[in-house]
T-cell receptor
Framework: EAGVVQSPRYKIIEKKQPVAFWCNPI?????LYWYLQNLGQGPELLIR????????DSQLPKDRFSAERLKGVDSTLKIQPAELGDSAVYLC???????????FGEGSRLTVL | GENVEQHPSTLSVQEGDSAVIKCTYS??????FPWYKQELGKRPQLIID?????GEKKDQRIAVTLNKTAKHFSLHITETQPEDSAVYFC???????????FGTGTQLKVEL
């Protein structure tokens, strides 16, 4: 069974440019998460979806970040415009329900120049 | 909100020795405490978890203990092996769900 799939694995952009990350969760997992992981730090939750509904986006910087999960399966996370401080690894995770084990993807490493 | 502190930030042990990583949490309502292992450039993976209705859980060479009164929990790895080398993160959540607050991680190095 495939795990959580993310793309791209690496992205280098100049500041003020837009960037988008894609996530395909484990089949059947209705709960999807986007986490931000800065170097040397633990993951920090950005947004959590239950099916297609964003049930917790309190930590998402809404001025430049947006996310969607239109059909309750795949999800995209967008940053526009990117800033230098956005350089980090963006992790997607999924679980079966909000109390099931959390499975992470390999992450998308963003470098903003 | 919840705040999780983790110590030490780095830990070096000799192969075969034990390793202990400690975390404290701030919100007494937290009741789910997982531990994740993250190898360099890889995804975090759950290695063990504990819920607040038990004080200790063991799985082969790893164990986790929880002290609700003191609001701290610890990861114990016995008979360490080189493949145990990784960053370990503790986490805590309220309601047993997956709104996890992570610690800052411990870089464990097992030396031959």
């Amino acid at each position: 069974e495939a795990g959580v799939v993310q793309s791209p694995r690496y992205k280098i952009i100049e500041k003020k440019q837009p960037v988008a990350f894609w996530c395909n969760p484990i089949s059947g997992h209705n709960t999807l998460y986007w986490y931000l992981q800065n170097l040397g730090q633990g993951p920090e939750l950005l947004i959590r979806y239950e099916n297609e509904e964003a049930v917790d986006d309190s930590q998402l910087p809404k001025d430049r970040f947006s996310a969607e999960r239109l059909k309750g399966v795949d999800s995209t996370l967008k940053i526009q415009p990117a800033e230098l401080g956005d350089s980090a690894v963006y992790l997607c995770a999924s679980s079966l329900g909000s109390t099931g084990e959390l499975f992470f993807g390999e992450g998308s490493r963003l470098t903003v120049l | 909100g919840e705040n999780v502190e983790q110590h030490p930030s780095t830990l070096s042990v000799q192969e075969g020795d034990s390793a202990v990583i400690k975390c404290t949490y701030s919100d007494s309502a937290s009741n789910y405490f997982p531990w994740y292992k993250q190898e360099l450039g890889k995804r975090p993976q759950l290695i063990i978890d504990i819920r607040s209705n038990v004080g200790e859980k063991k799985d082969q060479r790893i164990a986790v203990t929880l002290n609700k009164t003191a609001k701290h929990f610890s990861l114990h790895i016995t008979e360490t092996q080189p493949e145990d080398s990784a960053v370990y993160f503790c986490a805590a959540s309220i309601g047993g769900g997956n709104k996890l607050t992570f610690g800052t991680g411990t870089q464990l190095k097992v030396e031959l």
